[in-house]
């Protein structure tokens, strides 16, 4: 079946840390693939999106992910986390064929981050 | 408007009764849909609407749930004879003709509490 996973539900790190993260998919052929951020009673914020070609993506707030086919994963990454980063990341994707359009969100991870 | 706008930003209804949730996507945007975000249930897909077509109504999770769009532009989201499991965050999203590669851009939400 088809499905997208984020394996931490919460994670903690200190301000000025390195933070990773995971997001692995199950489809047939590569989806589209994309990070959100949703801070608290907000809306979603696109962070990132990976249709093809470079398998590292740049987004806004000095985010990355990169995309592993061999593992199907697509990793979001920021090399030193600031307090204001402290919200909710979901991992979504679009089947890149076929008639549905429709986002396919993870679990989420809850960021908090530690003065 | 410059982004997508949902009304109202709370609603508070008493078990039973009917409510709508209102969708004012981006000038231009041809699809929209709508999301369900609760705890424990993480964000679910409703609804979608393409254009004319006719939308893709495989997420709605009961005959209690209906959606319209009007003029291929605004949305109401309609529950009737509301219960407390309907309580969560209505999310709204749309995207332009060329679909997924511009991304999906989200509402605010809808607070919907049922006691």
């Known amino acids: 079946a088809q499905s997208v996973t984020q394996p931490d539900i919460h994670i903690t790190v200190s301000e000025g840390a390195s933070l990773e993260l995971r997001c692995n998919y199950s489809?047939?052929?590569?989806?589209?693939l994309f990070w959100y951020v949703q801070s608290p009673g907000q809306g979603l914020q696109l962070l990132l999106k990976y249709f093809s070609g470079d398998t590292l993506v740049q987004g806004i707030k000095g985010f990355e992910a990169e995309f592993k086919r061999s593992q199907s994963s697509f990793n979001l990454r920021k090399p030193s986390v600031h307090w204001s980063d402290a919200a909710e990341y979901f991992c979504a994707v679009v089947p890149s064929s076929g008639s549905a359009r429709q986002l396919t969100f993870g679990s989420g991870t809850q960021l908090t981050v530690l003065p | 408007g410059a982004g997508v706008s949902q009304s109202p930003s709370n609603k508070v209804t008493e078990k039973g009764k009917d409510v709508e949730l209102r969708c004012d996507p981006i000038?231009?945007?041809?699809?929209l849909y709508w999301y369900r975000q609760s705890l424990g249930q993480g964000l679910e897909f409703l609804i979608y609407f393409q254009g004319n077509s006719a939308p893709d109504k495989s997420g709605l999770p009961s005959d209690r749930f209906s959606a319209e769009r009007t003029g291929g532009s605004v949305s109401t989201l309609t529950i009737q004879r509301t219960q407390q499991e309907d309580s969560a965050v209505y999310l709204c999203a749309s995207s332009p003709p060329s679909g997924a590669g511009d991304g999906y851009t989200f509402g605010s939400g809808t607070r919907l509490t049922v006691v």
């Open positions: 000038s231009g945007h041809t699809a």
């Open positions: 489809y047939g052929a590569t989806p589209y």
